[in-house]
């Protein structure tokens, strides 16, 4: 097994790069800049990419935030996401809304703890409660102490909605 210790190294790095910052950069070039370097990480740390997802969360928001977006060319913040991170920085809609929603619930969600979390559980803890509710402590410890389907399952009991596992349903014939 390699070890992934100089990519982790860089995200953290960016981490507190972002972090560093009062405010994230409002320039639209400055701010561009930062969300190729995030992208450009994301890619290259295929593994890690839930580590990122915070960063590039935060980012995201900025962009929607300064409407910068408009500057560049997109009729909609939703037209950007959708179509610019796809085309621009190889981000796919689905995990660029992902990582936008993740910020939005949990603001104070740092690379280190997405790390210890992993991607599908972070997906399910955004689903399951918000940073701020009653409830949320008890989730991120959760998050960080239960087995992916073990924490899918009680996000679904929570929820209200069907376990992934239960979504099949497995015949077995003899022949």
Not at 84 to 105: D, H, K, P
């Amino acid at each position: 097994m390699t070890s992934n210790l100089p990519a982790v190294r860089q995200m953290l790095a960016l981490d507190d790069i972002v972090a560093s910052y009062h405010e994230l950069p409002t320039h639209p070039v400055k701010l561009r800049a930062l969300l190729r370097d995030t992208a450009i990480l994301c890619i290259a740390c295929d593994k890690g990419f839930a580590a990122l997802k915070p960063i590039l969360g935060k980012v995201i928001v900025q962009v929607q935030k300064t409407g910068v977006w408009e500057e560049w060319g997109y009729r909609t913040f939703t037209d950007f996401v959708s179509r610019g991170m796809e085309e621009e920085f190889r981000i796919s809609r689905t995990q660029a809304f992902n990582c936008y929603r993740l910020v939005l619930n949990w603001p104070s969600l740092t690379v280190a703890e997405a790390v210890g979390i992993g991607p599908v559980k972070l997906w399910e803890l955004s689903r399951a409660t918000k940073e701020g509710e009653a409830n949320a402590g008890k989730w991120l410890a959760k998050a960080k102490e239960m087995s992916v389907e073990d924490f899918k399952d009680a996000v679904s009991s929570h929820l209200g909605t069907t376990p992934s596992a239960d979504k099949f349903v497995r015949i077995e014939m003899t022949v």
